[in-house]
């Protein structure tokens, strides 16, 4: 039995009440989840932002990116 399914089936013989309190705490999880998500990208742009190299603008087409890659397209 997976975690999941083990997870269910002690959801499934709780009392209404309790229930309620267990989805306050799952609903913080998957905030707290979307909050590292958005602290990840924001961390990413800020050092894309505050990276000093000259090539940095420099571009490719998404061709040339495949190739360099050895994806077909």
Do not use: W
């Not at 009392?15 to 309620?20: G, M, Q, T």
């Not at 961390?43 to 495949?66: C, G, R, V, W």
Request: charged share 40%.
């Amino acid at each position: 039995m997976s975690n999941r399914e083990e997870a269910k089936q002690i959801i499934d013989k709780l009392p209404e009440y309790k229930i309620e309190k267990l989805l306050l705490f799952l609903k913080g999880i998957e905030f707290d989840d979307e909050m590292e998500d958005d602290i990840f990208c924001e961390n990413m742009a800020q050092k894309y932002l505050n990276d000093d190299s000259p090539d940095k603008h420099d571009t490719i087409t998404i061709e040339e990116f495949a190739k360099q890659e050895d994806i077909v397209l």
